[in-house]
């Protein structure tokens, strides 16, 4: 079913941010001006962007130097776990002070890479997160016992954060929750054939919920086959709202809400 974007008046009404995009890479980049104008346009004006490889830091904090609305959040992804050398390490934290989280950090058995490598790159940035006092955007995929195991190991409810795009249960996702952790609903909740996600979206507290894209991946399901941007974060934002009986308006303001105080963020117009 297409839910039609809503119209939002004002920045000042919502000024939702996108918990997780990533404006970098293309196809985005390339298109950076006119992605951030259409997302402006129903009200998605602040943007979490990522960190996957450490090649990529310097441009992120790039854009955001010329972009104000970008917050970056610099880390290794697990499928490059073989770049967090000490140097690399080193590197990332005296980055981490200029971002809003670190991320995107995790385990995935997707990636041709070893669990053991994967879990050594974690926990080491984790820890920075820890001395930076900064908020951990995860990313899990299978192992959510694993990542939980190694979250309270390493004592991650100080600093809390995001459970990015969540594919577990939601009897894992509030495992996460008590640790400190938002449940990130990404588009996935409007596809044909979402089980788990409609379960998240329904049953889990909305005080606990974010929102995000991960664009350019997780496209909504009526712009399936096309790149994913910001401004379809409204579609998703639109299907919650209908899971949870509310209105979208109330949906979207929780969900910003909720992102600026894991993420420590003040409202765009104070």
């Not at 917050?71 to 073989?82: C, E, L, S, T």
């Not at 002070?97 to 670190?102: L, Q």
């Not at 399901?221 to 308006?249: D, K, S, Y």
């Amino acid at each position: 079913m297409y839910l039609k974007q809503p119209h939002l008046q004002s920045e000042d009404q919502i000024g939702m941010i996108d918990s997780h995009c990533h404006l970098d890479l293309e196809p985005l980049l390339s298109r950076l001006p006119r992605i951030l104008q259409e997302a402006e346009a129903v009200g998605v004006t602040r943007f979490v962007v990522p960190g996957v490889h450490p090649e990529g830091w310097q441009g992120m904090a790039e854009l955001a130097a010329r972009y104000p609305a970008i917050m970056p959040a610099f880390g290794i992804h697990p499928m490059h776990a073989a770049t967090a050398d000490g140097k690399t390490l080193q590197r990332l934290s005296g980055l981490a002070p200029t971002g809003v989280a670190i991320g995107e950090i995790g385990l995935d058995p997707a990636y041709d890479v070893a669990l053991e490598l994967q879990e050594a790159t974690f926990r080491a940035q984790i820890r920075i997160a820890l001395q930076r006092g900064l908020p951990l955007l995860v990313h899990c995929r299978r192992l959510f016992q694993k990542t939980l195991q190694l979250l309270k190991e390493e004592q991650a409810e100080r600093v809390g954060g995001i459970m990015h795009a969540f594919s577990g249960s939601p009897e894992m996702a509030r495992e996460f929750i008590k640790l400190g952790f938002a449940i990130s609903i990404s588009g996935t909740v409007t596809w044909d054939n979402a089980l788990k996600p409609l379960r998240i979206a329904r049953e889990l507290p909305l005080e606990a919920l974010v929102l995000e894209t991960d664009a350019p991946d997780m496209t909504p399901q009526h712009h399936r086959g096309r790149f994913n941007r910001p401004a379809w974060m409204a579609e998703t934002a639109a299907m919650l709202a209908q899971i949870r009986g509310i209105p979208v308006e109330t949906l979207m303001a929780a969900t910003a809400g909720n992102t600026r105080r894991v993420l420590r963020q003040q409202p765009d117009h104070a």
